[in-house]
């Protein structure tokens, strides 16, 4: 069975850095790419980040993280990573790490985690 676990979030100051955590179990993690997305209270889900399987050579990023959020991956630990730079208050929401096929749609992803919840303080 396939289980993600989050981790790293927290509250910080707007400016401020996290770096969320994905460990990943169950099948290949190096077969599948990884995703993040995030929800805001009465928001939907969004995209956030995603990287490709195996070297993780391709990352893409939602238009509102770019330059701000960086995405990564360890296959050695089963492990994905947010490092988080400059966050600011609209970035507060719990965010989902998940894997799949990849894309920057939900439905590209096949496995979720329980959430990680993130506040920015302005």
């Known amino acids: 069975q396939v289980q993600l676990v989050e981790s790293g979030g927290g509250l910080v100051q707007a400016g401020g850095s996290l770096r969320l955590s994905c460990a990943a179990s169950?099948?290949?993690?190096?077969?599948?790419?990884m995703g993040w997305f995030r929800q805001a209270p009465g928001k939907e889900r969004e995209f956030v980040a995603g990287?490709?399987?195996?070297?993780?050579?391709?990352?893409y990023y939602a238009d509102s993280v770019k330059g701000r959020f960086t995405i990564s991956r360890d296959n050695a630990k089963n492990t994905a990573y947010l490092q988080m730079n400059s966050l600011k208050p609209e970035d507060t929401a719990v965010y989902y790490c998940?894997?799949?096929?990849?894309?920057?749609?939900?439905?590209?992803?096949?496995?979720w985690g329980q959430g990680t919840q993130v506040t920015v303080s302005s």
């Open positions: 990287i490709s399987w195996w070297s993780g050579r391709s990352t």
């Open positions: 169950g099948r290949t993690f190096s077969s599948y790419a």
């Open positions: 998940a894997t799949g096929p990849g894309g920057s749609y939900s439905w590209e992803y096949d496995y």
